[in-house]
T-cell receptor, first 109, second 113 residues
Framework: RKEVEQDPGPFNVPEGATVAFNCTYS??????FFWYRQDCRKEPKLLMS???SGNEDGRFTAQLNRASQYISLLIRDSKLSDSATYLC??????????FGAGTTVTVRA | GAGVSQTPSNKVTEKGKYVELRCDPI?????LYWYRQSLGQGPEFLIY????????DSGLPNDRFFAVRPEGSVSTLKIQRTERGDSAVYLC???????????FGSGTRLTVV
């Protein structure tokens, strides 16, 4: 079983729509949680950290459910520039990250 | 430059050959990481350096893979007797210390033919 599992999508949404997706993780001892964004043939870039209380960064909202071991990301008012692959990332010690395979989002005009 | 630099950006090699991939981290970053990303997958951890020493090499797939960081700055990932299954994007990242504030380089795309 993979440490981090994500629905690969793709999620195809019109501009202005809301899109949400989850990932699950297997290691209950995981300590830190993130969403990274990866554009085609580019390196991953940190989108946001995820905190137990939930957190927002502009149009992006992340939630963590430790009891069920899942993490969610919601994008409001989607822009064309939000089209990317979103990687769910979990850290179980103070340096090593485990990445999901990514969820592809395509925003259409 | 201000970012993590990886060279070459692309490398095509024949099966059985030896390759070296280079990573130049952000100046002052003591922690350096190598990850490998295969098509359609997320990056997978290979090795972590703190300073000059490999603090965790548990992700290296086998003894054909080796990495060094002799002066605590530039790192080289070395792959011997390359196989077609080694084809992937090799990503390097650095951080100021062993925290999660990673910055990734743009990667080296290795193709073994």
């Amino acid at each position: 079983r993979k440490e981090v599992e994500q629905d690969p999508g793709p999620f195809n949404v019109p501009e202005g729509a809301t899109v949400a997706f989850n990932c699950t993780y297997s290691n209950s001892a995981s300590q830190s949680f993130f969403w990274y964004r990866q554009d085609c043939r580019k390196e991953p870039k940190l989108l946001m950290s995820v905190y137990s209380s939930g957190n927002e960064d502009g149009r992006f909202t992340a939630q963590l459910n430790r009891a069920s071991q899942y993490i969610s990301l919601l994008i409001r008012d989607s822009k064309l520039s939000d089209s990317a692959t979103y990687l769910c990332v979990v850290g179980s010690n103070d340096y090593k990250l485990s990445f999901g395979a990514g969820t592809t989002v395509t925003v259409r005009a | 430059g201000a970012g993590v630099s990886q060279t070459p950006s692309n490398k095509v090699t024949e099966k059985g050959k030896y390759v070296e991939l280079r990573c130049d981290p952000i100046s002052g970053h003591t922690a350096l990481y190598w990850y490998r990303q295969s098509l359609g997958q997320g990056p997978e951890f290979l090795i972590y350096f703190q300073g000059t020493g490999a603090a965790d090499d548990s992700g290296l797939p086998n003894d054909r893979f080796f990495a060094v960081r002799p002066e605590g700055s530039v790192s080289t990932l070395k792959i011997q007797r390359t196989e077609r299954g080694d084809s992937a994007v090799y990503l390097c990242a650095s951080s100021r210390d062993s925290t999660y504030g990673y910055t990734f380089g743009s990667g080296t795309r290795l193709t073994v033919v």
